[in-house]
Each structure stands twice: as C-alpha cells, then as structure tokens.
C-alpha cells in the first residue's frame, strides 16, 4: 500500500475522511447484514472512525486495522478501555475483550490473526485504493473474511474533476471486483459534495456470497 502517502496525512492531521459522527449509511443499513450478537465485523483502515464506537455499542466485537499508529494510538485514548499490546514483526496488535486493533498493512494481516469474522464494513478502504491496487485488496479481504457478508460504501464522480483519494468507482468497476464471490445489492444512494469539490454518488452496497 502508500504507506508514506498515509503516515504523512495522519502526522499532519489532514483527515478530513474522518467524520465527526457514525457514517449514517452504517447505521441505517447494518441490520442489513442480519447478525447477531457479540458478531465480529472487520474494518479495514479503520482509522479512528466513530463508527466503531457505535458498532461497540451495539454489542458487536470489532476488529480494525490502520496502517497509521498514530490513528490506532487516538482511538485507543478516545475508547477508554484497557488493552493489551503483543508485537509480532511488523505488526502490533491491541486486544480487549470486545475489539482487537491491528497497525499493520491490510495486506499483510492473515486469517489466523484476525480470528473468525462474521462481516466486514468498509467505508474507507476500497476508496482509498488506487486502481492497480484493489483486485489484489479484494482478493486479500475474501480470503480473510472467508463467508462474510460486507456492506461496502463507494463514491462515483468524474475522475477528471478532483484527484482522489477517495477515488471514484463506477458500478461496473464494483461488479468486476466483486460479483465472481458475491451477490450484490445496492442498499442506497445519494449525492454528497465531496471534498467541497465535486458532486459524487455515495453508495453504500450489500454484498453476501
């Protein structure tokens, strides 16, 4: 992944994807997926997103990775709770009881250090890919999630208009990634001026295999 790109968009605070509420989309739609209780869902890039303290809220386990320790480290503070922290190479991993935070690449996470998971949410993932880089982070993120359901949110504008990231994915460019594994739904849609430059389709989609 860009590693630098982000390490240096999270050193100088310019976050302007992290949203200063649960993304409504998620909490519209997340009975969508039919879980139950004490469900683990993945969330790839997680960043600080206050998505996840509504997911805890819920009742549901989280498990979260972000390649940045700095996001990891500001969520930590802002959850309140007592981890644990273990190092394995590269990768460092936080566990309480309830949710488990990896600062590692995607990439490199595997399904034996995730554990089983049940869903897997991504809001700022697949966006924040470029495009030589998502056929291989699809791939990567069915192996991981093995039968999971995602409810995945894109955004579609005109490329030429704004540099991403997010980056614009069309609904054929979704149906390439994903339709050989899933069955796929769009929940909802709606127009959202994106980075106060660009009006864009923000898309959130179920996808069940």
């Known amino acids: 992944m860009q590693h630098e790109f982000w390490h240096q968009k999270w050193q100088k605070n310019e976050i302007g994807f992290h949203l200063n509420q649960p993304h409504p989309l998620l909490v519209k739609y997340m009975g969508s997926l039919n879980l139950s209780p004490n469900s683990r869902i993945f ?3 997680c960043g600080k997103s206050l998505d996840i303290h509504w997911l805890l809220g819920q009742g549901y386990h989280v498990v979260g990775i972000d390649l940045s320790p700095i996001a990891i480290q500001d969520l930590i503070s802002t959850l309140g709770l007592s981890f644990t922290e273990t190092q394995s190479g ?9 949710i488990d935070l990896f600062v590692s690449d995607v990439l490199e996470l595997t399904v034996e250090q995730t554990g089983k998971i049940d869903a897997i949410y ?3 993932a697949l966006v924040a890919l470029p495009e030589e ?17 995602q409810l ?10 704004m540099a991403g990231p997010p980056f614009s994915i ?10 050989s594994e899933y069955d796929i739904e ?11 430059k660009v009006n864009a389709q923000e898309k959130i989609w ?3 295999k």
């Open 133 to 149: 880089m998502r056929s291989q982070y699809v791939q990567h993120l069915i192996q991981i999630g093995g039968d999971a359901s």
């Open 152 to 161: 995945v949110i894109s955004f579609e504008y005109d490329q030429s208009m």
């Open 186 to 196: 769009l929940l909802d849609s709606q127009t959202e001026l994106l980075k106060g």
């Open 122 to 124: 991504d809001r700022a």
């Open 206 to 208: 179920l996808l069940k």
């Open 43 to 45: 969330i790839p890039l």
């Open 170 to 179: 069309s609904t054929q460019q979704l149906q390439d990634y994903y339709s």
């Open 90 to 98: 590269n990768l460092s991993h936080f566990h309480h009881p309830q």
